[in-house]
């Protein structure tokens, strides 16, 4: 049985930081790419960042480029998204991602993955 789990959201004031995680089960992990989305009121969901398996290779949406880092540990199954200088803007339910195609040209394609977690709730205060 697939299992992604997020944790780590909450309410925090602007300029401050969270780390999210996502603890995974039930596939291969490491022949995953995973990234995190977001979707916040009345929008679609949006690409954030996204780490290949092995995770020498990395990609952010330009928006939180510089201020968000995205990092794995295959060896415990878990993804994870720190974000730092959090805005307002940021605010939305944070989802981690399964996608199991190597072709980079996917990878910000929400219907190109596989798997998905329940999201988690990020608010950012002004």
């Known amino acids: 049985q697939v299992q992604l789990a997020e944790s780590g959201g909450g309410l925090v004031q602007a300029g401050g930081s969270l780390r999210l995680s996502c603890q995974t089960s039930?596939?291969?992990?490491?022949?995953?790419?995973m990234a995190w989305f977001r979707q916040a009121p009345g929008k679609e969901r949006e690409f954030v960042a996204v780490?290949?398996?092995?995770?020498?290779?990395?990609y952010y949406l330009l928006a939180v480029k510089g201020r968000f880092t995205i990092t794995r540990d295959n060896a415990k199954n878990t993804v994870a998204l720190f974000m730092n200088a959090l805005k307002p803007e940021d605010t939305a339910v944070y989802y981690c991602?399964?996608?199991?195609?190597?072709?980079?040209?996917?990878?910000?394609?929400?219907?190109?993955?596989?798997?998905w977690g329940q999201g988690t709730q990020v608010n950012v205060s002004s």
């Open positions: 991602a399964a996608n199991p195609s190597v072709d980079s040209g996917t990878w910000t394609n929400a219907r190109e993955y596989d798997y």
């Open positions: 780490i290949s398996k092995t995770s020498a290779i990395t």
């Open positions: 039930g596939f291969t992990f490491s022949s995953y790419t």
